[in-house]
Every structure is written in structure tokens, then in C-alpha cells.
């Protein structure tokens, strides 16, 4: 079965810093990748999802970009934090034979001060 | 556009009463629907899903749901809650129409009292 690994685990970060997140899959190969942000009492709101190396599809504009460097590696980044950016930060897959069902990781909490 | 609703902030429930979180969504054809479970500081778990075929839809941890479309409804019960059933409970729609990604609901938090 598939593994979901997000690092870190939680990140305290100041206003105008740079980020990255980084999500990885195992037991899987080419799986559909998402990263989600979970503010405060609020549901999910997808950010960005990629269904191969190299593409990327933004949901929501704002200060933060994606990446996949690898099959399966998923990567979040911003040149620079605003307060706002503050909240869980989720990566999910879902499976080449489990098409349309997404799996999470553990999640990374981002505090920016 | 698809969307979901979950009319229940939060539950507060007593351990082994039964329990029902509500969920109506809002999709242009026949959805794809989700429930996942949240403990605190972790990752979603996803409980059941529904895709097609028999609309009383079986999950881990004793739950299940049942698509009811007149109603536009996906409800999660539980016959008997057990205090580790104290999480967040999110309900989510997709499917064909929307490249398969999903809408979440707002979550519902479910509190059990000894």
C-alpha cells in the first residue's frame, strides 16, 4: 500500500520568509498529486494538483507556487510569507489502480509571525 | 458547480448512543462522494466513499453512509459511538464533471462524553 511523507511536521516561519514543503508517495507509481491548505475551522481548499512530472495546474492564485521534480515529489514553495499563509498544509495522491479516491499525508503545520 | 454543506458544526454525543452527520451536496450529475475523518494535528482518513451501484455504502471503524439522491444527501451514522470517535468529520463531492477533484465540506467536530 501507498505512503504519504510530509516535512516537516510543523514550521514556524517569519513574515517575508521563503518556503518549501515537500510531499512524498511510496508504494505507487505516476500518481495523481494535491497539495491542500486547512485554515483555522475551515475546510480544505485545494491548491494546486499535478498528474505527472512537470505539470502543474493552480486552483487558487496567491503567493505560492508547486512543483514535481520527480514522480513522486511534490513540492510547495513561496518566495515569500504573508501572515495569511498561516494554516495545515495537506498533500494527497491518488493511486494508479485506485483512480479518483485521493489519500492524505500527515499534513505540515505553517505558522508565519 | 459542485459543493458541499455540512449543517452540523459541531455534535456532542454520549459514548455508545448512535450518531449522524449530515451532508447535502450540490453537483450536476451523478457525484462522487467522500467521507474522511480528522483527529487533531493529523492527516484525513477516509472512511467510505460512494461511487455507483447500492446506495447504503459500508466504511471502516463501523460506519456508513447512504447516498440518497432525491435528497441531494450523503449521511455518515454510526450505531454505537466509542470515545476514540471524537474527531472532525469532513464529507467531500467529485466526480467526471469537475476532472475528478473534490469539494470539501466545512467539517463537522464530533465530541463524545463519557
Known amino acids: 500500500s501507498q505512503t504519504i511523507h510530509q516535512w516537516p511536521a510543523t514550521l514556524v516561519q517569519p513574515v517575508g520568509s521563503p518556503l518549501s514543503l515537500e510531499c512524498t508517495v511510496e508504494g505507487t507509481s505516476n500518481p495523481n498529486l494535491y497539495w491542500y491548505r486547512q485554515a483555522a475551522g475551515r475546510g480544505l481548499q485545494l491548491l494546486f494538483y499535478s498528474v505527472g512530472i512537470g505539470q502543474i495546474s493552480s486552483e487558487v492564485p496567491q503567493n505560492l507556487s508547486a512543483s514535481r521534480p520527480q514522480d513522486r515529489q511534490f513540492i510547495l514553495s513561496s518566495k515569500k510569507l504573508l501572515l495569511s499563509d498561516s494554516g495545515f498544509y495537506l498533500c494527497?495522491?491518488?493511486?494508479?489502480?485506485?483512480?479518483?479516491?485521493?489519500?492524505f499525508g500527515p499534513g505540515t503545520r505553517l505558522t508565519v509571525l | 458547480a459542485q459543493s458541499v454543506t455540512q449543517p452540523d458544526i459541531h455534535i456532542t454525543v454520549s459514548e455508545g448512543a448512535s450518531l449522524e452527520l449530515r451532508c447535502n451536496y450540490s453537483y450536476g450529475a451523478t457525484p462522487y462522494l467522500f467521507w474522511y475523518v480528522q483527529s487533531p494535528g493529523q492527516g484525513l482518513q477516509l472512511l467510505l466513499k460512494y461511487f455507483s451501484g447500492d446506495t447504503l455504502v459500508q466504511g471502516i471503524k463501523g460506519f456508513e453512509a447512504e447516498f440518497k439522491r432525491s435528497q441531494s444527501s450523503f449521511n455518515l451514522r454510526k450505531p454505537s459511538v466509542h470515545w476514540s470517535d471524537a474527531a472532525e468529520y469532513f464529507c467531500a463531492v467529485g466526480g467526471p464533471s469537475n476532472d475528478y477533484k473534490l469539494s470539501f465540506g466545512a467539517g463537522t467536530t464530533v465530541t463524545v462524553r463519557a
Open positions: 494527497a495522491c491518488e493511486l494508479a489502480g485506485d483512480t479518483d479516491t485521493q489519500y
